[in-house]
């Protein structure tokens, strides 16, 4: 069965720029979450969706927000990116609200 | 709140000899205790998980791990370590509340001497 697959692997970006991050679930599941991970530290909770329905927000800035598709799928948005926003992005997926499934992440620099 | 200790941020072992991995947790019920591996520039493997019944798990590639509330503590084990076990491992809690988000640690990161 494929795992959580998220795109694009890596990206570069300028301060001030947005990006949108991807992420397919595992078939079947119907929660996402997403984690940021700054290097040298663990995840940092961003949001949580289950069945299209934003269920969690971490303590991020407005400049951050989600959604999720019917599919299940979800997309990261970040708008006016600072140079703090470097960190490797990670998505997981789980049936329900419990053990999460993480993807191999996206890499964002910024410049 | 939650919120999770892992005191260590670096162990240095032996090949071949055992580990012990520390955590200590927050929470006010009993919560969701998960372990995770993470290989440099890798996305987080899940090694176990205890949600209720036996305290000790066993999870992936030998891993072991004991929950004890008395202690607050879901360390993780092994007995007998490899070098591609070199990596970093987080403890996080969880809440069974299914509006709460998984909390994890700074992680420990494991160097294995040949």
């Known amino acids: 069965d494929a795992g959580v697959t998220q795109s694009p692997t890596h990206l570069i970006k300028t301060r001030g720029q947005h990006v949108t991050l991807r992420c397919s679930p595992i078939?079947?599941?119907?929660?996402v979450s997403w984690y940021q991970q700054v290097l040298g530290q663990g995840p940092q909770f961003i949001f949580q969706?289950?069945?299209?329905?934003?269920?969690g927000r971490g303590n991020f800035p407005d400049r951050f927000s989600a959604r999720q598709f019917p599919n299940y799928s979800s997309e990261l948005n970040v708008n006016a990116l600072l140079l703090g926003d470097s960190a490797l992005y990670l998505c997981?997926?789980?049936?329900?609200?419990?053990?999460?499934?993480f993807g191999p992440g996206t890499r964002l620099t910024v410049l | 709140a939650q919120s999770v200790t892992q005191p260590d941020i670096h162990i240095t072992v032996s090949e071949g000899a055992s580990l012990e991995l520390r955590c200590n947790y927050s929470?006010?019920?009993?919560?969701?205790l998960f372990w995770y591996v993470q290989s440099p520039g890798q996305g987080l493997q899940l090694l176990l998980k205890?949600?209720?019944?036996?305290?000790l798990v066993q999870g992936i590639k030998g891993f072991e791990a004991e929950f004890k509330r008395s202690q607050s503590s879901f360390n993780l084990r092994k007995p007998s370590v490899h070098w591609s076990d070199a990596a970093e491992y987080f403890c996080?809690?969880?809440?069974?509340?299914?509006?709460?988000?998984?909390?994890f640690g700074k992680g420990t990161r494991l160097h294995i001497l040949p």
């Open positions: 997981a997926s789980s049936p329900e609200a419990d053990t999460q499934y």
């Open positions: 078939s079947g599941h119907k929660s």
């Open positions: 969706y289950y069945e299209k329905e934003e269920r």
């Open positions: 929470y006010g019920a009993t919560p969701y």
């Open positions: 205890y949600f209720s019944g036996d305290t």
């Open positions: 996080a809690v969880g809440a069974r509340n299914r509006d709460d988000k998984i909390i």
